[in-house]
């Protein structure tokens, strides 16, 4: 059995996942996204995930207080894990990716918040998707992607595309990010598809992309700034 469950309390770690050489299949589950708490305590980034099998999964934390170049939160880099339920918040990046990096993979995103998480001077204050050593195609469900802030200069508040990254977007909310929600940048030629979301300002205010790029904008997307209650 390759399950670890961790209960419900305040861990101020920064955790590195050991490679597929060690372990496959690990689920590391925490008791309740909420209430179990791993703090980077602004020394590092939260977790970092390199070369973890497909069949991986992470599921029931917060990652908050990471600092790191890349990725805050969390670097998901050559891993196609299953990402769910988790609470990426407040976390800071001074490269790219202030709450989340995702580099050279296509892992599944589920039921996911990633929000208040900040690119000094840099891009993609919630996610940055970096496809340059390799193919880079996560599928992003039931996210939302809020409150997050990238420089001015960049632009991608909500998310950021380098280097031929691809997005799959379903039944998502990507809203109150600034300064745009979604930036797919002049390097290489980047794709995103997106069915039932919705992306506040729409591809007209809410997001810019270049000649090279593709934005498949699907069935059921919504353009409205969404009105969360605390």
Known sequence: DQTVNVANGLYMENVVWP????KT?????????????????????????????ATSLISGFTLTNGNSLMGGGL???????????LRIIGNTSTNRGGGVDIHA???HFKNVLISGN??????????????YDG?????L???????????????????????GAELTLVNS??????PYEIGLTSWGANTLHVSYSNIEGGMEEGMFFGEDDTVNWGDGNIDVESRFID
């Open 19 to 22: 490679d597929a050489t060690f």
């Open 25 to 53: 299949g690990v689920q590391l589950i925490g008791e309740d996204s909420e209430i179990t708490i791993i703090d980077g305590g602004g020394l590092g980034r939260v977790i970092t995930i390199i070369e973890v099998d």
């Open 75 to 85: 670097q998901v880099s050559f891993s196609d894990l299953t990402v769910e339920d």
């Open 105 to 107: 993979c296509s892992p």
């Open 118 to 131: 900040m690119a000094v001077g840099t891009t993609g204050g919630g996610v940055t998707l970096y496809g």
């Open 135 to 139: 193919p880079t195609h996560p599928i």
């Open 141 to 163: 469900e039931n996210v939302t992607i809020t409150g997050n802030q990238a420089s001015e200069a960049y632009g991608e508040g909500g998310i950021a595309f380098w280097y």
């Open 173 to 178: 909310i990507v809203s109150g990010n600034t």
